[in-house]
């Protein structure tokens, strides 16, 4: 360093998902550098990849997508040159109980117009269903109390009149895949988000984009290089064991080697369950921490099979009213990126079950037979296929549960602790579990530490504009409800036995579903 040179600022992010990488990427995008810390041997979090021991070969923690509503998701992929990664779907493909295919996709038009056409031949739906569901849209797109954001979801829907039919073949098939939770389990405002953010918003908010390769691959050394070129540090397999907080700042953190090292900023971008371990007991105990703890989780099941032959020519399939959910094609979606098959030989799918409590205490082998069976019954040419090679893999604590509560636990970045903040999609983002959660929380984080070094700056993209069409015919359209700390909710005595039907349906947590972001 010359002589009048200032010291530039020194920021060391643990935890290498999406939210430290966001958080990284942001911070180095306007000049200062910063070191990475992560415990596995690759980045991405839970939107990551592990290396199978018996084929040596990559393979996806879970399915992840993102939407055309991830504005923010969609410029760290393209700021770090990696958004041809993912594959952009312009059809998405619903199977019913009775094995009709449905496809949904855009038509000419501003928004909601766009997806009318569509949705208006969807056969899963029956018209009279159809118009309530368009009447329940037009409900949930009014600004809501606070007590009604943060009440469980399938209360609304029966007191908007949505019929079972209703629930299965729509509601659930979108929310479950969006938040990997139950109906009864999430929040009215959380439903609100995914339906006008990602369905109404824009004509553009609804499109799925999918990976064409390993997520350790998309999140790997791209992401390590471009930091590395603009200064930064990437360091893996570093696991940290403990934050080292002196009075009110953080004066380093310690690896589980033994070797400690210090910044001048800190940003904690882990799960929310691992806060307690990392802070000292003076602190962990304290707010906002001890607000986060009480976050729960909810599951995630994933089913990676090899088959000797392919079953379908499909991208992807939406499966309603059985246990598997969604379909993956990843022979076909990886082809598309490098031409060839995987190296285990045969064709590789993926299936996702969100919300996957219900299958604690099955066997794996029993749950492979019933999605084998389930595959056979939708695609006659899995009849004949044997498998190759099959993995489960269920996250428990794959994101946290939008149930009611959950946002009155969901911190700030900011913390008590001066040159400490935290990232992630469990902090307050204004978005639930996703990718672009994930995302989002990391930019805040780093705008915080800019506004500490005097240089406040948005880091936050923009999200689409509203249609005006969509304002027009759906009144409070872009107007966001955060629920308040209401009284827990439980049915009522006098509905419990008139409600049956809807309770068991909304208990239902094997719905069509993927972990979408």
């Known amino acids: 360093m010359t002589t009048g040179e200032a010291k530039q600022p020194s920021v060391l992010i643990v935890g290498g998902g999406l939210g430290g990488i966001s958080a990284a990427v942001a911070l180095s995008e306007r000049g200062v550098s910063c070191r990475l810390l992560e415990s596995k041997p690759r980045l991405g979090g839970r939107a990551g990849s592990f290396e199978d021991p018996e084929t040596k070969m990559l393979v996806d923690n879970c399915q992840h997508v993102g939407m055309g509503c991830c504005t923010n998701l969609k410029h760290l992929l393209r700021t770090v040159g990696i958004e041809s990664s993912f594959r952009r779907e312009k059809v998405l493909y619903f199977i019913g109980v009775d094995g009709h295919v449905s496809r949904l996709y855009a038509t000419p038009g501003p928004s909601p117009l766009h997806l009318a056409w569509a949705g208006f031949w969807m056969k899963q739906l029956s018209f009279v269903d159809k118009l309530r569901v368009v009447a329940g849209l037009r409900s ?19 007191q908007h009149g949505q019929t079972c039919s209703a629930i299965a073949a729509f509601w659930e098939v979108v929310l479950v895949s969006a938040l990997s939770e139950t109906l009864d389990r999430m929040t009215v405002s959380a439903a609100r988000k995914v339906f006008l953010d990602g369905f109404l918003r824009h004509r553009d908010s609804w499109t799925v984009e999918i990976p064409d390769a390993k997520l350790g691959e998309i999140y790997g050394e791209p992401v390590i290089q471009w930091l590395k070129a603009r200064g930064g540090e990437v360091l893996l397999k570093s696991p940290v064991e403990k934050v080292l907080v002196d009075g009110q700042r953080v004066g380093g953190v310690r690896l589980k080697d033994g070797r400690t090292m210090t910044a001048d900023h800190y940003v904690l971008a882990v799960p929310w369950h691992r806060l307690g371990s990392l802070l000292p007991d003076t602190w962990k105990d304290r707010s906002p921490f001890v607000d986060a703890s009480r976050l729960e989780a ?44 995987d190296g285990i030989g045969g064709w590789y799918y993926q299936v996702v079950i969100s919300a996957s409590r219900d299958l604690a205490g099955r066997s794996q082998r029993e749950i492979l037979r019933q999605v084998l069976v389930e595959l056979a019954g939708v695609f006659p040419a899995a009849r004949a296929a044997v498998v190759i090679k099959s993995r489960q893999i269920t996250e428990h604590r794959a994101v946290f549960s939008v149930q009611p509560g959950s946002n009155r636990c969901r911190p700030t970045q900011g913390t008590g602790i001066e040159n400490l903040v935290l990232a992630g999609d469990w902090t307050q983002t204004g978005w639930p579990a996703t990718m672009e959660g994930a995302v989002r929380g990391g930019n805040l984080a780093a705008e915080q530490i800019l506004s500490r070094l005097g240089r406040p700056e948005c880091c936050v993209a923009e999200e689409l504009p509203v249609s005006r069409l969509a304002t027009w015919l759906f009144p409070g359209l872009g107007v966001e409800t955060m629920p308040d700390a209401p009284p827990p909710w439980a049915w009522p005595e006098e509905e419990r036995v008139s409600n049956a039907e809807l309770d068991d349906s909304a208990h239902s947590s094997q719905r069509p579903s993927a972990k979408v972001s």
């Open 140 to 158: 949930l797109a009014r600004p809501l109390s606070a007590a009604v954001a943060d009440q469980p979801f399938a209360r609304w829907l029966y």
């Open 298 to 341: 909810a599951p995630i099941t994933s089913l990676h099979i090899w088959l000797d032959r392919p079953i379908t020519d499909l991208p992807h399939a939406v499966f309603i009213g059985r246990l598997s959910q969604w379909l993956f094609n990843r022979t076909l979606l990886e082809a598309t990126n490098n031409g060839e098959r």
